[in-house]
Each structure stands twice: as structure tokens, then as C-alpha cells.
């Protein structure tokens, strides 16, 4: 029967009342099918597969095989299926020639994802006996050969027939350019075919010739022609947002447009692209290209799902400061570099699912403005959008300045802890008048409504909207106050009830994929899911090689030596009046304290194999106090400048940082290095691990370009005296990767990790834990580039030697699993996800408890699952 003669027969059944909108929707499918100019093979035996799905269903339906009453969900599931099938397939049929061409691939694709969900149908109705989605696939693959034969002869047509050509590519002045921009893009890669690569060719030369111009192709353009528009997402005073595909990445698409249909000048808008090409900051969106090829500019960012309010509104319990933090220090680079945001607000931050919050729009008031100035609006339109967040110098006219964000700022945390646009209730008509002359500001809101909003905060929001633009503080001050205020919030959340000796702050906010095994328990809560991750595989592998694998020999020389290198050491320094640490005879004796240390330090490991995380870090605060002690008695009896005192104040300095104390411990190894530097000398492999300590400090505080400059230094100096094998090299190549990664320099990050794990596998050899994690970094850099299938297979490899190495209970071996499992998601394996995910959930849950974070963001994901899959186990994973 052909393939006509069986979709006809599927359309005559007469559906039962559970499938009457399914077989609707399949008869529009078949429609726009027919309808449909190029790749009708494929669609054809897609709407085949359809049809051969719903008269199963209608079969099995009708015998009461299957009830209608009790498969709901998985009927709405079939009906979102088909809706999106008949979204894609009309599409198809409305797209010309040359975009369908372009995108063969992605369309491919896409086809392919759509048997998966078939397949997922096919289980959820119990039915796999009666329907073989296998062979829908073979059918698929032989529709796709006998789609390419067609169109490589039509493509050889086209090359022979001028008038021909020009039809179909549907050439008009508004998208010649954009067409000679794409096909030269696919012509500066290696090409699928010599077939499509001779008519790429042939077609650039026709257009080159026929517009008389050559295209000038910037690395950042990006044509319409090379872009999957999605559904719009969004819509403000200039123009639509929407979710897109492009380069096989989910992305998100700015139209620029006001409402009366102006775009902008196209020379201002190249004059903002090169200054975002150049913007590279873990708390700034980043630019991936955009188009002004044609008459509908737009701009392509990463998607990211929510704004800071919608973020908020999804996790209340998360506390706005910690994206306030980011924001504050995303400004405090741009305005280093005398850009000014110009239009800060809720809307204009986006927060991603671990909470890292991004800033976007910068640079876009003035191609707002520009746009305005050529229309028949007055300036009022400028205001209308954003003037609950506009200084006063704004409303009266000012062009924007770096002041004025501060002003904005002060808004949005206004804006941010109350879930309300700040000045709501002034009308448009008083705006000016109040705010600009009378200096109207935003009352406070009851403490009861948002106990979140602290003293210090409210200070903090009336500093930064004083009249007085002069009088607001920087960006760097926003910032290091907040981070003093997460270090209280902090203190109180971990030791309500603590005094730390010298230490008037407690711990930072824990990184979820930092440190994971270690962990304060009354600091476990849904909060430490969300902080953002800045290089923080360090703990993990900066102290002994694994904690599992210490004995009470090398506790004891981490503790009196050195603490951030699995090589052991040579013999310190000596003082001509001082013995070794430890020895009895030592002036002051300090033997107490080192046996205290390298007990409790013993102890910790305990902890930690034994899974008693809370117990381990209760301990580490022990550590800190004792560490604090033997530095001040050492400093009594030894000096301040003798070796064994500066080796004890880089211990503790180490301390506070596995306790991520990034305040205190570069306060620490600032002083630590100044003085080695003078008695040790800057050459000296202690200098340079302090140095190297140093710069993650600067790292996790967000001076991300101080700690590239810093590492970068260590590294020559560490290959001149160390050579480039030693593993206190490959440590510090190492942490210099992950500073690339989050300055968004992902190709610099990924070649390096190359690298390192190139001399680790010799020098360490592959099971070494340094590997592993170099391996699973790098892993993790390939989600930057869309490459799913290569980071699959390397996730595959880190997880199954960790399982070897560390077990496969250890946290780093789940938190592996995790990354495959999100992995599967990507490349729509959804039953490898779903096996996967639901063993990490059960044994992170055994392992580390159902509320630490690891197990609650493992939890999530697979709920999130779940709901796109439409299993009912969801509802069970919420509750």
C-alpha cells in the first residue's frame, strides 16, 4: 500500500470520542504535508508514523483494551505532540528554498527528536507489541537518501537554469546581502556534500555578480537565513524577544524595533556590537552575534528561562542579595570600562537555574533613544518604559551616566524584594514633578511583608537613590558591601550562636559544586543550591589527591607543611634557634596544637569517607581556631617573617578557603606573599602556591581579570623552576582554565584542559583524581560549544573511572552521573536520562540526604523530566 493509500485510510476511521482532537489535528498535518514544496519523502513518512500511531490507539480504544478515562495525561501529551508536529511541518511548507536548504540539517534533526516522542507515546500507552518505532525509523532513514537524491539533482538544475535560480531564491534588496552572507558562511566550513558546496558556489557568484557588491562577512553576523525562529517570549517598548535555534544551540533573538516601527541606525548598532564583542564577565550576558544584514535587525544571546522576578517567583525561599552581588559586580566592570548599563531593572537581569545572575540589555538605551529621536513620538516614549527606574537627572533630560545606574540599582532592589515596580502608584502625569523636584522615593514596606529586607539592605537602596548623583556610591562599594552582608546572612545561617576568634565574619553561601562532600549541616538549604559556581573544583583538588586516600602521616604533614600540593615537600626552612614543627624542644612548643591539628585533621577525613559531612564541617571551624592560634604564638616566638610562620598563615589561609572565608583568605595570602616574596623569594615553589592561592581568591571575590593576570604569572615562574610536569604547574594551568571559562573565554578554556589532560595522563596517569577532574571540566566546556555527542562520550569515561577510583557512592562520581544524565537530556535520550537520574537522586539521597543540594538539584531536573516527558511520577517527586 503507498504511503498516499495508507494516510487516506487513517483519515476515513471514524476516531472515539478521547482521540477525536488527535485525528483533527493529524488531518491538518496531512494538509500542510501536501502542501509542502521540498522534503516531501521524509514528512510524508513522518505523517505515515502519525497515522499508523492514532489507528492503534483508535483499535485499541474501541476494544476497551485501553480506557480512555484512565490515560488523560498521555492523550494531552498526544495532542501537544501533534500540535507541535503540525507547528514544524508548517513551517516547512511556508519556508523558501534557500532556508530550507540551509537548515537541512536541523531539520533532520528535529524529525528524529520527533520519533523519540512517538517512541515515549508508544510506552506511555502500553502498545509497543502492536507498533514498531524502529521501523519507522529505517523508514525515515530511507525517505531521508531518496529526499537528498531529488534535491542534489534539483540543485544541479538550478545551476544550469539562471531564471530558474533567481525564482526560487525569491531575491529581493531587502535580503540579497543576508543570502550572500549565509551561503559564504557555509562555503568557510568544511561542507557536507560537493553537490550543496558546488551550488553554494555557483549561487554566491550569480548573487556577487547580480548585486555588484562583495560581502564584507564579520566573525559576529549572524543572517536571518541562519536562524530557527521559536515562539515569542517576551515583548517590550523596542521590539519582540523569542526563543530561536541557531548553530544547533537554543538561543534567544531580539528583533530591534519600537512600536512605531522604526529599527536602528545600523552604524550606531555596529558601534554597540564592538563594544559588547569586547565585554567578557561571568555576570554579563553573553553576545553570540547579530544581524544587520537587512531591514529586521536583531540580536542572538543564550537563552536563559527567567528574569530575576520571574526567578523569584519560582524559588521564594532563594534571597535576592545573592543576584544584587552579581549585578553589583557586572556593573562594576562595565562602568571600570565607562560603559553605562542605562536601562537597569528586574526584566534586564536574567538568573540561571544554579542562580548566577546575567546582565543584559546594557547599551541598548541609546539605540532605544536613536530610534525614538526618528519617530513622531516626543521623549516621553524614552521615559514611558523604564521611568520607574530613571534618576532624577534622567527625567529632566541628561543623557545617562554611571551614576544613574546606581540609581536604577537602588530600584531594583527595591524592585526585587518587594515584587512590585518601585513608585507604582505615582501617575505619569506627576512622575517628574515628584521624583525629580520633590524628591519622591519608595516608602519601606513592613519588615512582617519582607523580613528579607535587612537594615543594612534599605540603607544601601537609599544611598543609591539620593538626588544627589554625585553622593551614590560606586559600583565596587555596592559590591563589597553586599558581600559583607551575605557574609552576616551567612554567619547566623551556619553558627547562629558563634564567636570565631579574629574572624568577624563567617562563611560564604556554600557552592553546590564546590567542595560537595564537605558541608555544614544547619548550612544545608535550599539556598546553597542557587550560588553561583566560580572555579570551585579547587578544595577538592588542592588538598590531598583524595580524602579518602589520607593517612595519619600525610594528615599530619598537610597540616605542619603544605596544604595545596599532592607532591610532598622538602624540608622547610629552619630558623638557627628553632627545630622542626613538632619537635618537643621548639621554642614555645607548639607540638600541642600541631598533634590538635593533625588529629582533628585526621578526624575530618574520617568524617568525610564515612559520609558525615556535618560532623566534618564543624570540625573545620575547630581547624580555623587552632590555625589562628598557632599563627599568633608562632608569630610571638618565631617572628612574623620566619618561614614556619608564614607556612602556618598559608595553612590557614587554606582553611578558610575550603570554608570559602574568600575575604579573609585573601586578606591572608596577601600578606602571606608580600612576606615570602622578601625571605623566600618570588622563585621560591612556596611563593608561587601562595601566589597561586592568592589568585583564587581574587577569582571567587569576582576580580576574574586580577586572578587571569595572577595565574598566568605563576605558571612562567612554576615551568622555569618547576618544569612544566610538575604537578603544581598542571594545578595552576588548571585553575587558569576554569578563570577562562567563567571570563567566557571558552575556546582558550577548552584548549587548555587539552592540554593539561595530555600531560596529567602521563604524569599522573588517567585514574589519577587530577585527571578525572580535568576530564570532567572539560566535559562541562563542550556545553559552550553545542557539542553534545563529545561530551557525552567523555562524561561516559570520567564516570565510569570515578566509579573505579573514587566508587560509585562518592559525590564526585554522582555529580559525574549528574552531568551525563543532563547530558541524555540535551541529545533527547530521554530513558538513558531517566535511568540515570533517578539512581543519582537515590543515592545521593542515601549518601549526602534528601536536602542537601546536590540530591535537591538532581530531584528538579528529574521532575523537570518527568513533565516533558509526561510521566505522572512528577507529581509524586513534588510533593
Known sequence: MSLEAAIQNVLAEVPVPGLSSAFRLFSFIVSSVQATRESKKQ????????????????????????????????????????????????????????????????????????????????????????????????????????????????????????????????????????????????????????????????????????????????????????????????????????????????????????????????????????????????????????????????????????????????????????????????????????????????????????????????????????ATSRTAHTAQSIIAGSRNWMAPELLAGSPPKLPSDIYAFGMTLFELYTDETPLVNIAHTDFIELVFRSGVRPDRPDSDEVPKLTDSLWTLAEKCWLQAAKARPTAGQIHELLVDIISDISLVQDHPTEVTTNNPRGTE?????????????????????????????????????????????????????????????????????????????????????????????????????????????????????????????????????????LQSMHNLGYTYIKRQQWKEAEQLYSEVVWKQKQVLGVDHPDTLRSMQNLALTYAHRGDLYEAEELHLEVIKKQKQVLGLNHSDTLQSMHNLANTYKWLTKWKEAKELYLEIIKKQTQVLGLNHSDTLQSMHNLADTYKFFAEWKEAEELWLEVVRKRKQVLGADHPDTLWSMHNLAATYMKLEKWKEAEKLYSEVVQKQTQVLGADHPDTLLSRNRLVDLYRWIGKPGYAVMDT
Open 43 to 370: 514528512l510524508h513518512v513522518l505523517a505515515n508514523g502519525v497515522g499508523q500511531l492514532l489507528s492503534t490507539l483508535n483499535a485499541e480504544f474501541r476494544e476497551s483494551r485501553i480506557v480512555v478515562a484512565n490515560c488523560a495525561k498521555s492523550l494531552s501529551d498526544l495532542e501537544k505532540l501533534l500540535q507541535d508536529i503540525h507547528r514544524f511541518v508548517q513551517k516547512e511548507r511556508e519556508k523558501p528554498f534557500l532556508k530550507s536548504l540551509l537548515n537541512k540539517d536541523s531539520r533532520i534533526n528535529q524529525i528524529e527528536s520527533f520519533y523519540r516522542h512517538i517512541e515515549l507515546t508508544v510506552g506511555a500507552f502500553q502498545i509497543s507489541s502492536l507498533l514498531s518505532v524502529q521501523t519507522m525509523l529505517r523508514n525515515n532513514e530511507t525517505a531521508r537518501t531518496e529526499d537528498a537524491g531529488m534535491l542534489h539533482a534539483k540543485l544541479r538544475g538550478l545551476e544550469q537554469n539562471q531564471d530558474e535560480l533567481r525564482n526560487v531564491l525569491e531575491i529581493n534588496h531587502n535580503n540579497m546581502l543576508a543570502m550572500m552572507a549565509s551561503l559564504q558562511r557555509r562555503l568557510n566550513v568544511a561542507p557536507s556534500n560537493d553537490q550543496e558546496q558546488n551550488f553554494y558556489s555557483h549561487t554566491l557568484d550569480y548573487l556577487t555578480s547580480m548585486s555588484g557588491r562583495q560581502v564584507q562577512l564579520e566573525d559576529w553576523m549572524i543572517a536571518s537565513f541562519d536562524v530557527e525562529y521559536g515562539p515569542e517570549i517576551g515583548v517590550g517598548g523596542f521590539g519582540k524577544v523569542y526563543r530561536a535555534t541557531w548553530n544547533r544551540m537554543e538561543v534567544a533573538i531580539k528583533v530591534l524595533q519600537n512600536v512605531a516601527g522604526v529599527t536602528p541606525s545600523v552604524a550606531l548598532l555596529q558601534k554597540e556590537i564592538n563594544i559588547w564583542l569586547n565585554l567578557r564577565h561571568p555576570h554579563i550576558l553573553q553576545f553570540l552575534g547579530a544581524n544587520t544584514l537587512d531591514d529586521s535587525p536583531f540580536v542572538v544571546m543564550p537563552y536563559i528561562p527567567y528574569n530575576a522576578r520571574q526567578f523569584l517567583e519560582q524559588w521564594p525561599i532563594f534571597d535576592p542579595v545573592y543576584i544584587l552581588r552579581d549585578v553589583a559586580l557586572a556593573l562594576h566592570y562595565l562602568h571600570s570600562r565607562k560603559i553605562c548599563h542605562g536601562d537597569l531593572k528586574g526584566v534586564n537581569i536574567l538568573v540561571e537555574d544554579s542562580g548566577r545572575a546575567l546582565l543584559c540589555d546594557f547599551g541598548l538605551s541609546r539605540i532605544k533613544a536613536d
Open 509 to 645: 553561601l556554600r557552592d553546590p559544586n564546590h567542595n560537595r562532600g564537605s558541608l555544614s549541616g544547619q548550612a544545608v538549604s535550599i539556598l546553597e543550591r542557587f550560588k553561583p559556581q566560580f572555579l570551585s573544583d579547587y578544595v577538592r583538588r588542592t588538598g590531598p589527591e583524595s580524602r579518602q586516600a589520607l593517612t595519619a602521616q600525610n594528615v599530619a604533614a598537610h597540616h605542619s607543611r603544605e596544604v595545596t600540593t599532592n607532591i610532598p615537600r622538602g624540608t622547610e626552612t629552619q630558623h638557627p634557634n628553632h627545630n622542626l614543627p613538632g619537635d618537643n624542644t621548639s621554642a614555645g612548643s607548639d607540638t600541642d596544637l600541631l598533634e590538635k591539628l593533625s588529629a582533628m585533621s585526621k578526624l575530618v577525613v574520617e568524617h568525610q569517607t564515612a559520609k558525615r559531612f556535618k560532623e566534618a564541617e564543624e570540625l573545620d571551624l575547630e581547624l580555623v581556631r587552632l590555625g589562628l592560634e598557632l599563627v599568633r604564638k608562632r608569630k610571638q616566638v618565631l617572628g612574623a617573617d620566619h618561614p614556619d610562620t
